[in-house]
Nanobody, 124 residues
């Protein structure tokens, strides 16, 4: 089992930045691919970014390209999502997820483990 705990959410003005963290515990995390998803009120959960466990391959949703960066520190068992140039439409609960098969994907059903989420609110 892998436990994921997100942190770093909060309230920020449009144009500002936040860095989300996702700390993993329970097993060797370094072999897992990891992803970030988000869910706004009244909307379905959507893919944000994913990172391969090896080779550093990344995958982003079009609406965050150039603004968000996913990274990980295997020594700290932590995945990060640096969010810059935030917009009000980025307001959502952000979730991190891990896939034990190491597949980089935007499909949420492929991920085995999920955190509890952290709220990000961007004011205009």
């Amino acid at each position: 089992q892998v436990q994921l705990v997100e942190s770093g959410g909060g309230l920020v003005q449009a144009g500002g930045s936040l860095r989300l963290s996702c700390a993993a515990s329970g097993r060797t995390f370094s072999s897992y691919s990891t992803g970030w998803f988000r869910q706004a009120p009244g909307k379905q959960r959507e893919f944000v970014a994913a990172l391969a466990w090896t080779g550093g391959g990344t995958y982003y949703a079009d609406f965050v390209k150039g603004r968000f960066t996913i990274s990980r520190d295997n020594a700290k068992n932590t995945v990060y999502l640096q969010m810059n140039s935030l917009k009000p439409e980025d307001t959502a609960v952000y979730y991190c997820a891990a896939d034990s098969d190491g597949v980089v994907s935007g499909l949420d059903f492929l991920y085995d483990y999920w955190g509890q989420g952290t709220q990000v609110t961007v004011s205009s």
